[in-house]
């Protein structure tokens, strides 16, 4: 994608990848109920979602569930690690 932008390609994009958000050069547009606006990928909501989950997931999970997470998750001290 890098060399054809650099050979004045373009793309329209609809993606949640923080990476794609965040190539270099890109302008990044925010559909929501007030309309369409350029914003910085920083200031998405999915952005901050991933941020927020990446630093707490079973607080991030409990949120967007409505409810804490079960026990038993994975999620905790030890989680994750190999």
């Known amino acids: 994608m890098d060399e054809l932008v650099k050979q004045d ?3 329209i994009i609809s993606t949640h990848s923080p990476m794609l958000l965040a190539f270099p050069d890109a302008e990044v547009y925010q559909i929501n109920k007030d309309g369409i606006r ?3 990928f ?4 999915h952005y901050r979602t991933t941020v927020r989950f990446l630093q ?8 967007i569930l409505g409810f804490p997470a079960a026990s038993g998750t994975g999620y905790g001290e030890g989680a ?3």
């Open 56 to 63: 707490n997931p079973e607080s991030a999970i409990e949120d």
């Open 42 to 45: 920083q200031d998405t909501e």
């Open 80 to 82: 994750g690690q190999v």
């Open 38 to 40: 350029s914003v910085r």
């Open 9 to 11: 390609s373009q793309f």
